[in-house]
Nanobody, 126 residues
């Protein structure tokens, strides 16, 4: 019944890197899109990046373009978020989510994603 599990969060200094993992279930492996979102204290949950299980389509929030890279390993049913050049403003709980309905890769509405992981904390110190 656990559909998505995030891991890889932690504490890192500004300028450092982390790689987050999102392990999918058989159900969410059949999703159309896997997205990464983040939520900082007192702020709305925001879109970070998205990918499909096939093809080359990806999308990124402007705030992370050039620094974050989303990728997948279908054999492991896992999506990754490589985060480089981290900044204190990247501090948040990071969630992966699965969209089970058709849509465009650029869609950033959280309401389009049916399944969510428990989140993993990323803290970037200055």
């Amino acid at each position: 019944q656990v559909q998505l599990v995030e891991s890889g969060g932690g504490l890192v200094q500004a300028g450092g890197s982390l790689r987050l993992s999102c392990a999918a279930s058989e159900r969410t492996f059949r999703s159309y899109i896997i997205g990464w979102f983040r939520q900082a204290p007192g702020r709305e949950r925001e879109f970070v990046a998205a990918i499909r299980w096939s093809g080359d389509s990806t999308s990124y929030a402007d705030s992370v373009k050039g620094r974050f890279t989303i990728s997948r390993d279908n054999a492991k049913k896992t999506v990754y978020l490589q985060m480089n050049s981290l900044r204190p403003e990247d501090t948040a709980v990071y969630y992966c989510a699965a969209r089970m309905t058709p849509g465009i890769i650029y869609e950033q509405d959280t309401n389009k994603y049916a399944y969510w992981g428990q989140g993993t904390q990323v803290t970037v110190s200055s």
